[in-house]
């Protein structure tokens, strides 16, 4: 039975998660279709679970997108020995001249041009200026002349399994053969420490720098998240309402009711949702209506 606390809480959340939308911080979320993905929970008696999410949601916008970037951009690691500016690399990178650094997004040939890392190319180019003939296909890079610095950039690293795959690929062995002085950074906007792990395990040469960092206390479940809240059993409280959701809507499937590598999050961009996020946010399936876009 619900109790006055509860229904405070859900009642503000609520109002809070409206405001939110309406204000535009949360831009690229629908309202009514925030209304119907919450009220699928309602239905089920499990109105707690979908506050619970919409309280820990950590959505960023466009606007902060760009901010994530430009701190990747301006890190002290990123910049040369000889450089004192902190936007000496953006700089470099909107001039004419060849600043021997070259852009390339985390993309193999057989995968579709919406992918995030041309949307991250494409913010670059808009926002900071950077020339699109520092921009290359990976699979153009053997055509470029001599140059010092590749950075690989997308918006988000989970697991670091699909950034290793791609540097598996026949196109990057190859670069990486022809071109062994060059110095390769991959800068996702964020990215999760499991994922950042699995990089310098597999591909220690490769530099890694992002702007975000979560860690195995993001999980909804499993981490630190519902600490805050100080209640005896509402972990497993939770994760009952959330087996009888995604029981009842055939959530998960093949890729599991936590989402890829079971990392559990509630981590979102206007842009796009990773597959890392608890598929009860995204996912579109069974007649299903999901509150983010994948």
Known sequence: METRDERFFLETTLRRVEHLIRQG?????????????????????CGLLGA??????????????????GAVMTSPELLGQNDDD????????????????????VIRLDQPPIKSGMYVLRLLAREFGV????????????????????????????SGMQFVE??????????????????????????HEQGLAKIREV???????????LNDGHHFFNGTVLDQYGI???????LNQHETMCTAHGIGG???????????????????????????LWQDANGWTPLLNR
């Open 25 to 45: 911080i949360w831009e690229g979320i629908d309202l009514a279709r925030s209304r119907n993905w919450y009220s699928q929970f309602e239905q089920r008696a």
């Open 52 to 69: 619970c999410l919409l309280d820990n949601l950590v959505y960023r916008s466009r606007a902060q997108l760009i901010a994530l970037l």
């Open 86 to 105: 902190d936007r000496q690399v953006v700089s470099s990178l909107r001039s004419q001249r060849d600043p021997g650094i070259r852009l390339a997004p």
């Open 131 to 158: 020339r699109d003939r520092w921009m290359v296909w990976p699979e153009a890079l053997d055509k470029q002349p001599e140059f010092h610095t590749l950075l690989l950039v997308d918006d988000f690293c989970g």
């Open 166 to 191: 791609f540097l598996g690929t026949h196109t990057m062995q190859q670069f990486f053969a022809s071109r062994a002085d060059c110095r390769v950074i991959y800068l996702p906007a964020a990215a």
């Open 203 to 213: 591909v220690p040469r490769v530099q890694v720098l992002a702007a975000e960092v």
């Open 232 to 238: 005896k059993d509402l972990k497993a409280e939770l």
């Open 254 to 280: 093949r890729l599991g009711a936590f989402g890829f590598q079971e990392l559990g999050l509630t981590y979102g961009f206007a842009h796009g949702t990773p597959n890392n996020t608890l598929p009860i």
